[in-house]
């Protein structure tokens, strides 16, 4: 489910191994997974333990955790990984809504998922996850006076999934247009992680619409859909 959000908080907290009973089989697993694929490499990312609404908005309980756990969650399924990622839809300044296309032909937002590389002084900012990320992906800077962004949506946790990323979701507007934009990503480097840039109009009434096996992208175009 995606929910409109005013603020973001985030409340760091140092826990027990939350997979000690299940830790020797996520170890295994990835030995194997790392013997298959050598190029594999696993890292520090945040997990969302818990969720609670305040005053200011929503307070994001986070974790510390490796990679490779929430590679096994998603796998294999026996243990509940939530972990953070920072995505964004870019819309241009004649009106289109760009979203990213992977080397699989899969349809997603811009961004990726939290690491220690987002924390500023033990704090962790979201922002830095997604300027690095449009930077790695598109070869774009966001920082630049061509961009904004701003907080519009948190994709919230479910109980009922063992592997759930929570998303923290930006639009970021651009005084470039389609044509501009796509030129930029063709022409700047970036690390191939996307084949192409998907572009679509909320109110071209012939619109095909999103086809992508990820529910709350196509959820949140319902929801900007409804808001224009």
């Not at 022409?187 to 191939?192: K, L, Q, T, W």
Request: charged fraction near 30%.
């Amino acid at each position: 489910m995606i929910i409109k959000v005013r603020n973001i908080e985030f409340e760091i907290m140092e826990t027990a191994d939350p997979f000690s009973e299940f830790r020797n089989d996520i170890e295994q697993f990835w030995a194997e997974h790392c013997r298959k694929n050598p190029e594999a490499f696993s890292e520090k990312i945040l997990n969302v333990l818990g969720t609670e609404e305040t005053a200011q908005g929503i307070k994001l309980q986070i974790g510390i955790a490796n990679y490779y756990e929430a590679f096994y969650s998603k796998n294999v399924g026996n243990i509940k990984t939530r972990n953070l990622f920072s995505g964004a839809y870019i819309l241009t300044s004649d009106g289109y809504y760009c979203l990213a296309v992977d080397t699989t032909n899969e349809i997603n937002l811009i961004g990726g998922v939290a690491s220690l590389e987002d924390f500023d002084n033990g704090r962790y900012i979201p922002e830095l996850c997604l300027i690095r990320e449009c930077k790695e992906e598109m070869g774009i800077d966001i920082t630049d006076e061509h961009f904004t962004y701003e907080l519009k949506y948190l994709k919230v946790t479910s109980g009922n999934e063992n592997y759930f990323p929570v998303g923290i979701l930006y639009e970021i507007n651009t005084s470039y247009s389609k044509y501009e934009l796509e030129t930029i990503f063709k022409s700047n480097p970036h690390d191939n992680e996307l084949s192409s840039l998907k572009f679509i109009r909320l109110d071209d009434c012939n619109e095909p619409g999103i086809s992508t096996r990820r529910k709350y992208i196509i959820e949140l175009f319902d929801l900007l859909r409804k808001e224009i």
